[in-house]
């Protein structure tokens, strides 16, 4: 029977609301094997269109302000069943002008370096007709927590989401027809977020505002058909006030219980304007909201008498206590990562105090922040008595879908997957950040540049990517660079060309593309891909002095084989010639298959034949042309071979030099961010997939293994982020320092770039890897080796369930497929024999030699 399993609106299957036309797909499930999409009619009102594709139908009809369209669907197999489905989707403004006011308390100042104190907006407000529908169009310059009525608005966290201020910010859309009553009275409190509060390791504060700011329009429409509209303007009340006494990203929040609204101190408020004009569009990211609650699973008293708790996982989110307390009671909770001498470790957080600090109201009582969020396993309480609180904690993250799982024989390779998969929900909290807990929590863009693959196979990431993605086009510069971090918000580096992080321009969309098969994602980043490459040519190009020397990337500046095991920053700079070089050539090649499926077809020849250059040139200038370098080190064989930038007899010399490098470096890895992703399958791909397993199952220090038999629960930023002997690396970059006289230094327990060896797992050991756009076709080829004797492998794909499961068992091998319907999936066996597979269940079984 054929079903419509799913229909999505702009990447959302329930409460889409868009300012812009939207894109709609839909899967389809059969039991019937073979079965394809023969055609699907798709109509909103009175406009229709025929397609045959699942993905990419973007809707041309009229649109209204805040008007909802069903959207129907009709399929046909192409075994001649059909299938019907429903959903909807609203408009939001569109291009109707706001009515309502930004407003501010303009009296207002703070010092450098601080959060603003929260601001609370308040206004009420009569109904005396019967409602029918109401909702509220809401953003801020900060972020914002909504209550009506005295019930919070919506599920949402740190509303309205961090974008380009500058550029673009989001309004959300609430509805609150059932929160209405007939007197009611909406309070907002704006803390400072990341326009405002203090942001980044420089402390910068004011970024894109001088203070907080509110922007709110309610309608109501009644039964009798009239309607209401309440804005921001000068009838609204602010005050300093309130309950929240302190809200930021990085020393987190003070919230007094004891405070009651109608007794302190409020003034009319000062309407104002954005420092830019940004525009105001419907929200196009997703929501962060609570994901999971976690309990403790021990507690105990620390040498100092603080009591620990422990959550067994690193996390991004807050606590969430249940208080029985006295009036004027100050509870205190303090977040680490680990634990050193049985005390939280805080030094590594460098400035961030991390610490949430309640003010009891008397009696029974909940806390939880709701204006800041820390990444920590362990809590330590003070002020009150553990038998009088109930302590768990909320998992936070943007609301993606997660839609991948890998598990294999050895329980130690299945925990790393989950270490894998708990880094990328703890810095996947509105932007993709590199680390959830110290003073930094930045959009680092070569971090999700060698990520976003692992990402986009465990959890659906359109909508997620989409937003960061339109911030990095706003941001380039007009020379083609970027910001290395984005947003940027008041990030010192200036916008700038470099391999690896700019990369992620191409990078991102790319796997993106490929997991979600949306050609919008590359049609609206093209041109922004192709001015950066225009920008790396342009650099490489810089004081060349010969033709070799025209393609090989040195300037202005990469971070080279950055927080590789071996040397410190000033070492991994130095390799950046070698790794922007091979970076280039790769985005070269990727942006000839991108202009193919656009059908840019002068762009292909272009792209392919700079490629070709760029190899050459990375060939003359750093080999011998034989595959040997004259300078090695494991990232610069790595690359090269990943890349497809070898041929022959030099691929070969080549991964033997890689081998005899790491054999000599007592088969450990020695490479840093931009290698590490790609080291196995340099291996595994060209003859050495028995060293890839053996470096993949290494136990000692550097290796992901490492990291979790030490008690890791997530990927840590650096090998020996905790040594061997129980100590924290919190050496400064520059290696000057000593420990003690360190400020924290540059270790993370939560930062997932080395945790992009998940692609390895999922598209050679299980083996199930795309080979066009959201896995319209692909392939299952399982490499099997390193005595793992199972390993199974699901993504949920634009077309529906994509799974493999293989033992061995001596010389026997099975596998299990499921192929999604309209897909085509190539079987590689083990023994040699290709499959090749359309839609539904298939089992196979083979000899191992």
Same mark, same amino acid.
């Given at each position: 029977m054929l079903t419509i399993s799913s229909i999505k609106i702009e990447g959302l299957e329930h409460g889409c609301v868009t300012d812009h036309a939207p894109v709609i797909s839909f899967t389809l499930s059969s039991d019937r094997s073979g079965e394809k999409l023969r055609e699907a009619i798709i109509e909103v009102g009175n406009w229709r269109t025929t397609t045959t594709d699942h993905i990419n139908n973007l809707y041309t009809g009229p649109m209204k302000p805040h008007t909802s369209y069903e959207v129907r669907i009709r399929a046909i197999g192409s075994s001649g069943e059909q299938a019907e489905g429903m959903t909807t989707f609203r408009t939001g403004r569109l291009d109707t002008p706001w009515k309502a006011q930004w407003i501010t308390d303009m009296s207002y100042d703070f010092p450098k370096k601080v959060s603003p104190v929260p601001m609370t907006f308040r206004r009420s407000f009569d109904l005396s007709k019967t409602v029918q529908k109401a909702w509220i169009n809401?953003?801020?310059?900060?972020?914002?927590?909504?209550?009506?009525?005295?019930?919070?608005?919506?599920?949402?966290?740190?509303?309205?989401?961090?974008?380009?201020?500058?550029?673009?910010?989001?309004?959300?859309?609430?509805?609150?027809?059932?929160?209405?009553?007939?007197? #009611?009275?909406?309070?907002?409190?704006?803390? +400072?977020?990341?326009?405002?509060?203090?942001?980044?390791?420089?402390?910068? #504060?004011?970024?894109?505002?001088?203070? @907080?700011?509110?922007?709110?329009?309610?309608?109501?429409?009644?039964?009798?058909?009239?309607?209401?509209?309440?804005?921001?303007?000068?009838?609204?009340?602010?005050?300093?006030?309130? #309950? $929240?006494?302190?809200?930021?990203? $990085?020393?987190?929040?003070? $919230?007094? &219980?004891?405070?009651?609204? @109608?007794?302190?101190?409020?003034?009319?408020?000062? *309407?104002t304007q954005p420092r830019k004009n940004p525009a105001l569009l419907a929200q196009y990211g997703l929501p962060v909201r609570v994901q999971e609650v976690l309990r403790p699973i021990a507690s105990k008293v620390s040498p100092s008498g603080e009591v620990i708790y422990d959550f067994g996982q690193n996390f991004a989110g807050v606590i969430h206590a249940k208080i029985r307390g006295e009036k004027y009671q100050q509870i205190v909770f303090r977040h680490a990562e680990v634990l050193v001498d049985d005390e939280l470790f805080v030094k590594s957080l460098r400035t961030a105090k991390a610490t949430a600090t309640y003010i009891c109201q008397g009696g029974e009582q909940t806390y939880s922040p709701r204006l800041t969020y820390m990444g920590f396993r362990y809590v330590g309480l003070s002020g009150i008595d553990p038998e009088h609180i109930e302590l768990s904690a909320y998992v936070l993250h943007s609301d993606f879908k997660e839609i991948g799982h890998f598990s294999c024989s050895n329980e130690l390779v299945t925990q790393l997957q989950s270490n894998i998969r708990w880094g990328g929900r703890s810095n996947f909290v509105d932007i993709p950040t590199d680390c959830p807990q110290r003073d930094e929590r930045q959009g680092w863009?070569?971090?999700?540049? !060698?990520?976003?693959?692992?990402?986009?196979?465990?959890?659906?990431?359109?909508?997620?990517?989409?937003?960061?993605?339109?911030?990095?086009?706003?941001?380039?510069?007009?020379?083609?660079?970027?910001?290395? *971090?984005?947003?940027?918000?008041?990030?010192?580096?200036?916008?700038?060309?470099?391999?690896?992080?700019?990369?992620?321009?191409?990078?991102?969309?790319?796997?993106?593309?490929?997991?979600?098969?949306? /050609?919008? !994602?590359?049609? /609206?980043?093209?041109?922004?891909?192709? /001015?950066?490459?225009?920008a790396a040519k342009w650099w490489s190009s810089f004081l060349s002095v010969s033709p070799t020397d025209r393609y090989i990337w040195r300037f202005p500046f990469h971070f080279g084989d950055w927080a590789a095991p071996e040397g410190d920053a000033k070492v991994w700079l130095k390799k950046g010639k070698w790794i922007g070089t091979a970076y280039f050539a790769n985005s070269c090649g990727i942006?000839?298959? %991108?202009?193919?499926?656009?059908?840019?077809?002068?762009? %292909?020849?272009?792209? /392919? +034949?700079?490629?070709?250059?760029?190899? &050459?040139?990375?060939?003359n200038a750093f080999t011998d042309k034989q595959g040997n370098l004259k300078k090695e080190f494991q990232t610069a064989y790595v690359l090269p071979l990943h890349f497809g930038m070898t041929k022959g007899k030099e691929t070969d010399r080549m991964v033997n030099n890689l081998v005899r490098l790491i054999q000599e470096a007592d088969n450990h890895l020695t490479t840093g961010f931009t290698g590490t992703p790609y080291l196995l399958f340099a291996l595994s791909d060209y003859g050495q997939l028995e060293t890839a397993y053996d470096l993949l199952l290494q136990e000692e220090c550097p290796s992901w293994l490492y990291e979790v038999k030490a008690g890791g629960t997530t990927i840590w930023e650096r090998w020996d982020s905790l040594r061997p002997d129980g100590t924290v690396n919190i050496e400064e970059l520059s290696g000057n320092k000593s420990a003690e006289e360190s400020s924290g230094g540059m270790v993370s327990f939560n930062h997932y770039a080395n945790g992009a060896v998940g692609d390895w797992f999922y598209k050679r050991m299980a083996g199930i890897e795309p080979t066009s756009g959201g896995y319209k076709t692909f392939r299952i080829a399982p490499m099997v080796g390193g005595g793992i004797t199972w390993a199974k492998a699901s993504t949920e794909t634009p077309y529906g369930l994509a799974s493999v499961n293989w033992k061995a068992d001596g010389n026997e091998f099975s596998i299990e497929i499921a192929v999604p319907v309209s897909t085509t999936c190539s079987l590689y066996m083990p023994d040699g024999e290709t499959h090749i597979l359309t839609s539904g269940q298939h089992t196979f079984q083979c000899q191992l030699s």
């Open positions: 809401v953003t801020a310059l900060g972020v914002y927590e909504l209550d009506l009525n005295g019930e919070k608005v919506g599920q949402d966290y740190f509303a309205p989401g961090f974008t380009s201020y500058d550029h673009q910010i989001q309004y959300q859309t609430y509805d609150i027809t059932y929160q209405l009553q007939n007197a #009611n009275t909406i309070t907002a409190v704006v803390a +400072g977020g990341w326009a405002v509060g203090s942001f980044n390791y420089g402390r910068k #504060n004011k970024i894109n505002a001088d203070r @907080q700011a509110l922007l709110c329009e309610v309608y109501v429409q009644y039964t009798d058909g009239t309607s209401d509209l309440l804005v921001t303007d000068s009838t609204w009340e602010v005050s300093l006030e309130g #309950n $929240y006494r302190m809200a930021e990203w $990085y020393d987190g929040e003070t $919230y007094d &219980a004891t405070i009651h609204l @109608q007794s302190v101190q409020w003034k009319p408020v000062d *309407v863009t070569g971090d999700i540049a !060698v990520f976003a693959s692992t990402a986009c196979f465990n959890f659906d990431m359109s909508r997620f990517f989409d937003k960061w993605l339109m911030d990095m086009r706003a941001e380039q510069s007009k020379g083609g660079g970027f910001p290395m *971090v984005v947003p940027r918000g008041g990030d010192h580096w200036p916008a700038m060309a470099n391999s690896c992080w700019g990369d992620s321009s191409i990078l991102v969309p790319w796997a993106e593309y490929l997991a979600r098969g949306n /050609k919008q !994602v590359l049609e /609206k980043q093209y041109s922004s891909m192709k /001015k950066f490459l225009k942006m000839a298959e %991108i202009a193919a499926i656009l059908g840019h077809t002068e762009d %292909i020849r272009y792209y /392919k +034949g700079l490629r070709e250059k760029i190899i &050459a040139a990375y060939r």
